[in-house]
């Protein structure tokens, strides 16, 4: 019988950390011992037992196996916080593909030496007489900063220190001989940065009135909670609408298991993060809970970790780092809008939070609620074939129905003489808003597109010429490339043929507003895009000044349609909603389908009905009309099938491997020797499902495309490559994952980088 090793790292402070070490499984433990635990190890000359984690299992021995020294034991229950966020970090290198340090500091706060707020107090030692005669002595000598300290303090017993040093202008010598002379002495105490407490308090009251749960409610919660309670927590998708009361059944869930002596994660997209959403989960849990986003400094943010783990609160709100928080005794996960793309971290370790959340909860005995309007296609699968329970809200209780949709065809437009960039169908609703005073949003879907600049003679288009993408137009007349800044002058004529006819398509949100305002010249707009949310807080500003009614149409890009409910708007215009269809992206049907369901929503949250207006050049397209018709499910059918057919996640996985180079040749060449040793293996089939593999080999068969040349073949002059492989099982991507990493090892690498993308969010 084959031996079996154990990679175990053994201290975390060790510099050798990404060489875990390898120690044999002795015979007892064989079938006991797994990944993601905790085991006791001789280590050193000694032989000093010490506390491991083990991060991997294989038969293979890469030392002396007479020298290789055997795993004692297996620590039995009692894993700890810090053992649990080792141990996920392990699991995060195995499945994603990373080094274990930059797995250990993505799981782990930064730990560098983080000044805490220090609060300084002068206490005085000597009574009020006592003080008032050495005043005496001090004004003979003229020490006036001195007489100012002593008469306060004669006055006060205890004065902060900034106090003193600030306003009483007293020099920090000065106060140092006071100490000395044994008048006063000086007190710091320190605490831990709170970010939410000044929030909370300027907020609303603190009462807080919780509605009584709608029967659909009541069942989700009880459900999630007898799980829990008889030990079985499991994972959860919740497919509701906005609006259905999902936020409420996941505060009554945290409030139940905090009251179970148990911590809670809620996980939101950065993005939802708004001032709205953060207040209600204030004013219900007030001080035990406290808010991690990317505007913390790494001060605040490692504080807020400090005070998960000794207990100061039990609530953490944040974006997908804040999985991470490391709560002694996590009970429940939620992550709401999880078919958000940001839920997938797009440096290494690219992990994604939802299966990340999963192996959390799991080590933590938790349980794990998703939910969202739109779920992805990975847990709407997931919940089909049972691995999550399903549960549906279908009513909205805020009351206001489904807005009634018009889809126009751009094509018909066109053919009918009308050039605008609004259909005759959305001007006709926009004039009758107007008049009647109600609120609009147009809505540019350029997810994915960049408005550029083309010759109409000869189809020139205008490029960087470091990044293989096209520059875009800007106000001032010069093109940009957005990926490393590099900016020219727009020029006159075609710099290939030299026609006069060079220009750009004008999609942006700037020349919609612009368009606007010559039909409507009274009209007051807002717009927000990626210019105008740069600033700190505007993305905040400009949703509460529509909120206002400040304006009569908010234009902008995908990130209107998130966040804010705007009881105002009754027309939703969704302008070229094809520009996302046809990103080169196996998701580009899913993603149009979500921002357009999500779009059209909009419209008629208040008390008058609302109306959409959808413009496509692809009316018929399953997305759009399942997106008109809000219908989830329709939707869901037939995307399921397109990746059934085309071997895409869910149906099957993916695992992208990205070689990037100063060197173009010597990058092509990494790559393609990296994908030739992935042939080897000698289980990879044709690149398209053949007729003439059996089920059973279909699924265990590995596909190979490419390599080739990045879609972004170069960024700041480092050429990109990279080739997929697909199977049925994740576990042999992350087999072909572990030879490449191997493989790498063997050769020295020097400017030549490799990264691992499993199911991969966004092509390369
Ligand atoms: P979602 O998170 O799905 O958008 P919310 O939980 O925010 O939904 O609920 C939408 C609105 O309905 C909120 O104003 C909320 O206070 C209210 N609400 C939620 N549940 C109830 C309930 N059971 N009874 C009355 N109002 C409720
Ligand atoms: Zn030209
Ligand atoms: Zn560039």
Known sequence: ?????????????????????????????????????????????????????????????????????????????????????????????????????????????????????????????????????????????????????????????????????????????????LERAGVLRVVSTESLRNPVKLKAREGEPEICDRPALSEAQRHIVSEVLEDFDRGMPDTYLLHGITGSGKTEVYMRIIEEIVARGRQAVMLIPEIALTYQTLSRFFRRFGDRVSVMNSSLSPGEKYDQCERARNGEIDVIIGPRSALFTPFPRLGVIIMDEEHENSYKSESSPKYHARET????????????????????????????????????????????????????????????????????????????????????????????????????????????????????????????????????????????????????????????????????????????????????????????????????????????????????????????????????????????????????????????????VIQTYQPEHYAVVFAADQNYEGFYAEEIIYRELGGYPPAAHMLAVQVFSADEGRGAGLAKWLADAVRGRGDVGAASPGASAAPQEETEMLRLIGPAPAAIGRINDIFRFVFYVKCAKYDKLVEVKDLLEEKMGERQLRTETVQFDFDPVNTM
């Not at 612009?514 to 927000?528: D, S």
């Open 1 to 177: 019988m084959a031996e079996l090793y154990a990679d175990i790292i053994v201290d975390i402070s060790h510099e050798k950390l990404d060489r875990p070490f390898q120690y044999r499984v002795p015979e007892r433990l064989r079938e006991a011992v797994a990944a993601g635990m905790c085991v006791m190890v001789p280590f050193g000359n000694g032989n000093r037992p010490l506390k491991g984690y083990v991060i991997g299992l294989g038969d293979k021995c890469r030392f002396d196996p007479g020298k290789i020294k055997e795993v004692q034991d297996i620590v039995q229950g009692g894993v700890d916080v810090e053992d649990r966020m080792i141990l996920l970090a392990g699991w995060i290198r195995r499945n994603y593909g990373s080094t274990m340090i930059q797995a250990l500091k993505t799981v782990l706060p930064a730990k560098q030496s983080v000044k805490r707020l220090e609060h300084r107090t002068l206490q005085r030692l000597l009574g009020r007489e006592e003080i008032l005669s050495l005043l005496g002595e001090s004004i003979r000598k003229k020490q006036v900063a001195k007489e100012r300290l002593l008469r306060e303090l004669a006055e006060q017993e205890s004065i902060p220190c900034e106090w003193v040093t600030g306003k009483l202008g007293v020099s920090a010598q000065t106060i140092r001989s």
């Open 357 to 612: 959340a999963e192996e959390v909860a799991r080590l933590s005995g938790a349980s794990l609620i998703l939910g969202s309007a739109t779920p992805s296609l990975e847990s709407y699968y997931r919940a089909e074939t049972g691995v999550y329970k399903l549960f549906a809200l279908k009513e909205r209780l805020t009351g206001g129905s489904l807005p009634r949709v018009h889809t126009v065809d751009l094509r018909l437009e066109l053919r009918e003489g009308n050039r605008s960039i609004f259909s005759r169908k959305l001007q006709e609703l926009l004039a009758d808003r107007l008049e009647k005073g109600e609120q609009s949003i147009l809505f540019l879907n350029r997810r994915g597109y960049a408005g550029f600049v083309s010759c109409r003679a000869c189809g020139h288009v205008m490029k960087c010429p470091h990044c293989d993408v096209s520059l875009s137009e800007h106000k001032n007349g010069m093109l940009m490339c957005h990926y490393c800044g590099y900016s020219e002058p727009k020029p006159a004529a075609c710099p290939r043929c030299g026609s006069r006819y060079i220009s750009g398509f004008k999609a942006g949100t700037q020349q919609i507003e612009e368009k606007l305002r010559e039909l409507f010249p009274q009209v007051r707009t807002l717009r927000m895009d990626g210019d105008t949310t740069r600033k700190k807080d505007s993305y905040e500003k400009i949703l509460a000044a529509f909120a206002n009614r400040e304006a009569d149409v908010l234009i902008g890009t995908q990130m209107i349609v998130k966040g804010h409910d705007f009881p105002g708007v009754t027309l939703v215009g969704v302008l070229a909603a094809d520009l996302s269809l046809g990103a080169n992206d196996y998701r580009a049907g899913e993603r149009t389908f979500q921002l357009l369901t999500q779009a059209v929503g909009r419209a008629g949250r208040g008390n008058i009905p609302g109306e959409a």
